[in-house]
């Protein structure tokens, strides 16, 4: 069982920054992959970012690359997100969430725990 526990979210404006963290329990940690995932009011979840167990392989959505960072400290059980030049468009929920495997995934399907969400929100 493992248990994720997101943090760092809030109100910023167009442009700014935030880090989000997710810090997980359980010992086997540095085996899952991990990933980040979106939801807006009244749309489906979205992937955002997903990174390996090692951190050496990460994946981005279309609308974050090259904005978004996603990282892991397998010693601290933690994984971050640090989103830079955010638009009003990604205000959402972000959720983290750990995969029964350890190769980086990007589909819902694939992830097994969740935690329970912090708000984005980006004003303009």
């Known amino acids: 069982q493992v248990q994720l526990v997101e943090s760092g979210g809030g109100l910023v404006q167009a442009g700014g920054s935030l880090r989000l963290s997710c810090a997980a329990s359980g010992r086997t940690f540095s085996s899952y992959a991990m990933g980040w995932f979106r939801q807006a009011p009244g749309k489906e979840r979205e992937f955002v970012a997903a990174i390996n167990w090692s951190g050496g392989s990460t994946y981005y959505g279309d609308s974050v690359k090259g904005r978004f960072t996603i990282s892991r400290d397998n010693a601290k059980n933690t994984v971050y997100l640090q989103m830079n030049s955010l638009k009003p468009e990604d205000t959402a929920v972000y959720y983290c969430?750990?995969?029964?495997?350890?190769?980086?995934?990007?589909?819902?399907?694939?992830?097994?725990?969740w935690g329970q969400g912090t708000q984005v929100t980006v004003s303009s």
């Open positions: 969430a750990a995969a029964l495997t350890s190769r980086a995934v990007t589909t819902t399907y694939d992830y097994r725990y």
